[in-house]
């Protein structure tokens, strides 16, 4: 059987985790920069305070 890298990645990724953890933790990587590209000032603000 040939295993293709995308496949492999998305079999070993976090492991043994329930899936549910493992498509919010792509979530938040996918948000975050999202959020810091719309409002970088406001982020960093926060670190600040």
């Known amino acids: ?5 995308r496949r492999a ?3 070993n990724f ?3 985790s ?5 498509q919010l933790i792509i ?3 996918v948000i975050n920069p999202i959020v ?3 409002s970088p000032a406001a982020v960093l ?5």
Do not use: D, P, S
Request: hydrophobic share 60%; proline share 0%.
């Open 1 to 5: 059987m040939i295993t293709t890298l």
């Open 36 to 38: 810091f590209a719309i």
């Open 14 to 16: 976090l492991g043994h």
């Open 27 to 29: 979530a938040l990587l």
């Open 9 to 11: 990645f998305t079999e």
């Open 18 to 22: 329930a899936e549910w953890y493992k």
């Open 45 to 49: 603000a926060e670190r600040v305070a």
